[in-house]
């Protein structure tokens, strides 16, 4: 079991800057492949950044690539997501979650634990 609570989420201007993190609790939390996922209103759930158990290996989403910079702190058991030159089409609510898998994917499918999600809006 794992249990996820992101925080850091907030109103930026465009271009500016935000640092999401995720809180987990559990035992498998080294072992799980982590990502960020977000969803904006009227839109499906979508892939944001992926990150191996040990760090070691990332996957970013085409359209964060560049921006976004994901790490974990497995002694400290949380991830977190540096966002930077943030534009307005970001604002979602963003997600953590975890694959007991161990799997850097984009499908939400191979996710088993989610956290409630945090509002992020970027003002133009």
């Known amino acids: 079991q794992v249990h996820l609570v992101e925080s850091g989420g907030g109103l930026v201007q465009a271009g500016g800057s935000l640092r999401l993190s995720c809180a987990a609790s559990?035992?498998?939390?080294?072992?799980?492949?982590m990502g960020w996922f977000r969803q904006a209103p009227g839109k499906e759930r979508e892939f944001v950044v992926a990150?191996?158990?040990?760090?070691?290996?990332?996957s970013y989403a085409d359209s964060v690539k560049g921006r976004f910079t994901i790490s974990r702190d497995n002694a400290k058991n949380t991830v977190n997501l540096q966002m930077n030159s943030l534009k307005p089409e970001d604002t979602a609510v963003y997600y953590c979650?975890?694959?007991?898998?161990?799997?850097?994917?984009?499908?939400?499918?191979?996710?088993?634990?989610w956290g409630q999600g945090t509002q992020v809006t970027v003002s133009s």
């Open positions: 979650a975890a694959g007991l898998r161990g799997a850097t994917t984009r499908y939400t499918g191979d996710y088993n634990y």
């Open positions: 559990g035992r498998t939390f080294s072992t799980s492949a």
């Open positions: 990150i191996s158990r040990s760090g070691g290996i990332t």
